[in-house]
């Protein structure tokens, strides 16, 4: 079918579409090769990966840059406390923004246009670090877990999502019909309003979720506390801090193996800590498309 919709295109249209391909497939290449390249050095032995014999497919296959990952007692803390922060945060950022984004979009709510447009300016503009560390420090809250989670407890972004998902999908009738049958309105907002916003829940739960996985900036502000930091400081240490001093090895193959380790090291530091965040995708696919095309062009 599509190479008889091939033929009957003018010459311009095949140079066109074979251009298009060609470039689809370079831009594929382009992003693909370098992940393939990650996951395949991190099953590589250290020699090879030193040596640059790994180029699309694992040289030599071990498992050693895995062992010194799960190994390292600073990664599995910092796994932890990143599970910690991602699960509870994303917890904190649902009810916050369900609980911001309902009475907005009620058409009773006279006052609700200029409340959104207070927060349209904080999109724009902030108090900035200075002002936002004095805050949380008078809060008492460095150095504590509570630091990586109120000062991040609402997107106005995604509030302002999830509102207008709500205004253009959940018709006025069913109010009134809850009220009709002695429903409150909180029995109305829980038995209601929340089930029927699974998918923009769901694109919320992406949004907020891999935000709390990848976010290393409140941590490197707020927590000196090793204990407390999550895997992306961990990753930082060992991605950009963490160099091997090899003038302290006098033994040249002592030297070389140390080296070969630290890179594969990096390696299976990053696959280990892209899992949990590719792991979310298939669960939230089926919502996603529906929930921001939904939540961010109608209204």
Known sequence: MKNEKF???????????????VLLILLVIVIAYPLIYIVSASFSSPQAVISGKVLLLPVD????????????????????????YTIVGTLINLVMTVLCAYPLSRKEFTARNRITSYFVFTMYFSGGLVPTYILVRNLH????????????????????????YMVNSIPDELYEACEIDGGSPWEYLVKVVVPLCKPILAVMVLYYGVSHWNDYYNAMIFLKNEMLQPLTIVM????????????????????????????LLKYS????????VLAIYPFVQKYFVEGVMIGAVKG
């Open 269 to 276: 530091t990053i696959v280990v800590a892209s899992v949990p």
């Open 7 to 21: 033929r009957h295109m003018s010459l311009g249209e095949k140079i066109f579409t074979i251009v298009d391909y």
């Open 236 to 263: 930082r240490e060992i991605l950009i801090q963490n160099q091997v001093d090899f003038t302290m090895l006098r033994d040249a193959k002592a030297a070389s193996e140390m080296q070969g380790l630290a890179q």
């Open 141 to 164: 809250m460095v150095n504590t877990v509570w630091a990586m989670l109120i000062p991040t407890a609402m997107s106005s972004y995604n509030m302002i999502i999830c509102r207008t």
């Open 61 to 84: 296959v071990t498992l050693k840059g895995y062992r010194a990952v799960f190994q390292n007692p600073k990664i599995m803390t910092g796994f932890r406390n990143s599970f910690l």
